[in-house]
């Protein structure tokens, strides 16, 4: 008798993406109704300086990465509330400043073209069980933020100036959301890499959007469909033998041009 | 003697180094309905925002029903509905959006009661919407929105209400309609009303009083009184056709102009 099992960089692989479909999915919803969806290539580009950085410094990449994202959110939000820009504009200039910081300290640190290419496009025989640990720990802090203030976070989604009025806690509720999304969007790197990790980030509540109108429906769909496109495309690439990152990120594209086909019935 | 509704004493505020409301003194009496209009750039919004205590002033001093419009915001006493309603195609529907109205720093992390649901409803028939309660607020009409945020800052049970162009995206017979809501919840619930907007000739006929804005106020007191051409026109900076709209729409005229003055 023979028993089959998976190997272990695939099972972690399968847990990670699971893990980051429901977190990237819950703050989806997010990023779309703020008109976010640069706000991830931003997070995890400036993520890849603090990459570079750990390389050129012999040191784990994953503490500097961070850091480099939790400045980054937390740049882009106070560009936004102090000055008045649009997170864009910060999100332009920050992606591309923080990319050639990225690009410099790779070329100084002497580290091989392999290692910048796993950061970029992902890696999944780099996830550790310590990864998991803490995609679950974010995951979890995430679902109870949401939970505990979804009240709050949708009228601020509809108008900030009218939670303000209301006595909602505004600043504390934005700078929690891009902190949790910076969080997340780090976490992701490993999968799916810096390039790709917009796709997890935007596509499930876009897709969900296109089918409901109400938000509770649209976040549990857009759940659904980050599960969906996280564990098929992994699957997928097992076994067609592909680049993991880049069929998730295919697979989004795919299910997101599939939910544009028109519906006989209406919106729920 | 109770304490003014909103009560201005030489407020000046400046946005960016540049002087927007210099040297502004209102009183408004609770129970009151007045019209703020003035040219765009003249500082209305930035008049409700100092209100709301969204806008520090440089000068002077806000009370509103007595106390500080940081404390009015913490009791819920006023209801606001901003110019620029950015959400407008939130996925919620118009009961969801009115009970979000509710929500204040004791109740914004606790889920949805029955109590609430109920006062939305409420809000809801005020503005004659209860039969759309359930119906996806972005698909609503331009006007029905406004009514189901009128209803929105009603919900919390303020005792002012501040509006700001309450009439955009409207179309003339639902601005009427909103008017006529507006009158009706003033002497229903003894509210007092701050409504800013560009609509110069109508609310003569719904508002009690009038404020003339333009960086510093102008004008104050009887809406008829606001109607003289040199007024408008020194306060938009050229002059003005005043159209009155007449309550039951038989018909349109000129009230005052200069330009029919020297015919």
Known sequence: MTTTSLPPFLLHALMAALLLALLLSLLSFFVVVHNWAFLGVGISHAAFGGVALGFLLGI??????????VAAALIIGVVKRRWGFHEDIAIGILFSTAMGVGVILFSLSRGYTSDAFSYLFGNILTIT??????????????????????????????NEELAY??????????????????????LAIKLVGVILVTALVVVPSSVATRLSSSYKKIILLSLAVGLVV??????????????PGATMAVTAGAVFSLSLIPLRTSKA | MPAPAIDLKKVTVSLNGRPVLENITLQIQEGEFWGIIGPNGGGKTTLLRTILGIIKPRGGEVRVLGISPKEAVKRGWLGYLPQRMTGRNFPVSALEVV?????????????????????????????????????????????EQQRVLIAMALASQPRVLLLDEPNTGVDVVAQE???QVLRRLREELSLTILMVTHDVGVISHF?????????????????????????????????????????????????????????
């Open chain 2, 177 to 179: 309609g909103l008017y």
């Open chain 1, 129 to 158: 069980g310590r990864d998991l640990g803490l995609m679950a720990g974010i995951t979890l802090l995430s679902y109870l933020f949401i939970g505990l203030f979804l009240k709050g976070l949708i009228l601020m989604a509809i």
């Open chain 2, 207 to 263: 508002v009690d009083r009038i404020a003339c804005l333009n960086t510093t106020i102008h004008f104050s007191g009887d809406p008829w009184g606001a109607m003289e051409c040199d007024l408008l026109e020194k306060l938009y900076g050229e002059p003005v056709d005043v159209f009155v709209h007449h309550p039951q729409c038989q018909g349109c005229h000129v009230l005052r102009s200069k330009s029919h003055d020297h015919d």
């Open chain 2, 99 to 143: 009970m979000l109205g509710e929500c204040n720093r004791s109740n914004f992390f606790k889920p949805f009661q029955r109590e609430e649901r109920e006062a939305a409803l409420h809000a809801l028939r005020l503005v004659g919407l209860e039969g759309k309660s359930q119906e996806p607020f972005p698909q609503l009409s331009g006007g």
């Open chain 1, 165 to 186: 009025v209301r006595g909602i806690p505004t600043a504390f509720l934005y700078y929690s959301l891009l902190l949790l999304l910076a969080l997340a969007v780090v």
């Open chain 1, 230 to 243: 996280n564990l098929v495309g992994l699957i997928l690439s097992y076994i067609l033998d592909l680049p």
């Open chain 1, 60 to 69: 784990s990449p994953d503490l500097p990465a961070l850091a480099f994202a």
